[in-house]
């Protein structure tokens, strides 16, 4: 099934997406009786000569599957065995030497699987924050939904950060979408402090809709406490590898990133709603009935 990398190599792709039209501009200005054959080489990116159907040559098709526009500054042998070693744009990859595995390591990193176009570790951690969101009652998520909702994503967020704000106020946005909005708690000034006094008065409201909607208006929102889940809510956030507010995440428990505008969610929603049916699928065609 191939799948979005809304996080996968952001870096790397946010870049090129950034150097390019410089680069294409820059070309036609400097030497106007080539613009299309430059504009051509900045679409495709720059990489080192390697011999064709080696390894080395295998490692660079598998980086422009994930971007075609990038560039690859050196390829040579990795330090462990099996893999080639790439640098790409400031950033070191690996590559299985078939071409088909490419490893970004680091922060936020990705076993990316060419092939198939999809990142496996992403396919874990999906699974696993999907388990963890069943933990938190239905009844303890803050809920603004349409009458019909085609999709719904579970939002991870704070009363004072700005794109939590932002989210909210266009709140009516996506549920015109078609999109319902699962709010859970995650204080990330963490525990104790003022801002999870906040979201503990919050969830202790009467009206949790309208005392949230308040304190990320600024609007002075009671005081109270009472027995709730803001602190498992923030556990289960650290524990599905939250590093910002907010984080949205679909029903499978994909991450699509922290603020997407009402109509790019829907977008990214209906594809990968789209991708889960063709996988599907294969596996339904197979099925064989009991007794047949």
């Given at each position: 099934m191939k799948r979005i990398l809304f996080a996968v190599l952001g870096a790397i792709s946010l870049s090129a997406c950034a150097q390019a039209p410089q680069g294409a501009a820059a070309a036609t200005k400097t030497d106007p009786v080539k613009p299309a054959a430059q504009a051509a080489q900045a679409a495709t990116g720059n990489a080192p000569k390697v011999a064709a159907g080696s390894a080395d040559a295998r490692a660079v098709?598998?980086?422009?599957?994930?971007?075609?526009?990038?560039?690859?500054?050196?390829?040579?042998?990795?330090?462990m065995p099996g893999y080639r070693e790439a640098l790409v744009q400031g950033q070191v990859v690996y590559v299985s030497d078939d071409g088909r595995y490419l490893f970004l390591p680091g922060s936020g990193g990705a076993l990316f699987d060419t092939h198939a176009k999809r990142n496996l570790m992403e396919d874990t951690l999906a699974g696993m924050r999907r388990d963890l969101l069943k933990t938190i009652p239905a009844s303890e998520r803050i809920v603004f939904a349409p009458a019909n909702p085609k999709h719904t994503v579970t939002v991870f967020t704070d009363v004072e950060c700005g794109y939590c704000r932002k989210l909210h106020s266009e709140i009516?946005?996506?549920?015109?979408?078609?999109?319902?909005?699962?709010?859970?708690?995650f204080p990330r000034m963490g525990i104790g402090s003022e801002d999870y006094k906040k979201m503990v008065s919050v969830w202790c409201a009467?009206?949790?809709?309208?005392?949230?909607?308040?304190?990320?208006?600024?609007?002075?929102?009671?005081?109270?406490?009472?027995?709730?889940?803001?602190?498992?809510?923030?556990?289960?956030?650290?524990?599905?590898?939250?590093?910002?507010?907010?984080?949205?995440?679909?029903?499978?428990?994909?991450?699509?990133?922290?603020?997407?505008?009402?109509?790019?969610?829907?977008?990214?929603?209906?594809?990968?709603?789209?991708?889960?049916?063709?996988?599907?699928?294969?596996?339904?065609?197979?099925?064989?009935?009991?007794g047949g």
């Amino acid at each position: 099934m191939k799948r979005i990398l809304f996080a996968v190599l952001g870096a790397i792709s946010l870049s090129a997406c950034a150097q390019a039209p410089q680069g294409a501009a820059a070309a036609t200005k400097t030497d106007p009786v080539k613009p299309a054959a430059q504009a051509a080489q900045a679409a495709t990116g720059n990489a080192p000569k390697v011999a064709a159907g080696s390894a080395d040559a295998r490692a660079v098709e598998a980086v422009r599957t994930i971007n075609p526009r990038i560039n690859i500054d050196k390829v040579g042998a990795a330090p462990m065995p099996g893999y080639r070693e790439a640098l790409v744009q400031g950033q070191v990859v690996y590559v299985s030497d078939d071409g088909r595995y490419l490893f970004l390591p680091g922060s936020g990193g990705a076993l990316f699987d060419t092939h198939a176009k999809r990142n496996l570790m992403e396919d874990t951690l999906a699974g696993m924050r999907r388990d963890l969101l069943k933990t938190i009652p239905a009844s303890e998520r803050i809920v603004f939904a349409p009458a019909n909702p085609k999709h719904t994503v579970t939002v991870f967020t704070d009363v004072e950060c700005g794109y939590c704000r932002k989210l909210h106020s266009e709140i009516a946005e996506y549920n015109r979408q078609g999109i319902a909005v699962e709010y859970l708690a995650f204080p990330r000034m963490g525990i104790g402090s003022e801002d999870y006094k906040k979201m503990v008065s919050v969830w202790c409201a009467a009206d949790r809709r309208k005392a949230l909607t308040e304190a990320k208006s600024d609007h002075n929102v009671q005081a109270k406490e009472c027995k709730n889940t803001v602190e498992q809510q923030y556990d289960v956030g650290q524990r599905a590898g939250l590093t910002g507010t907010p984080m949205i995440l679909n029903a499978d428990g994909v991450q699509l990133g922290g603020y997407v505008p009402p109509a790019q969610l829907r977008e990214a929603l209906d594809k990968l709603a789209a991708e889960s049916k063709t996988a599907a699928k294969p596996a339904a065609a197979v099925a064989t009935p009991v007794g047949g």
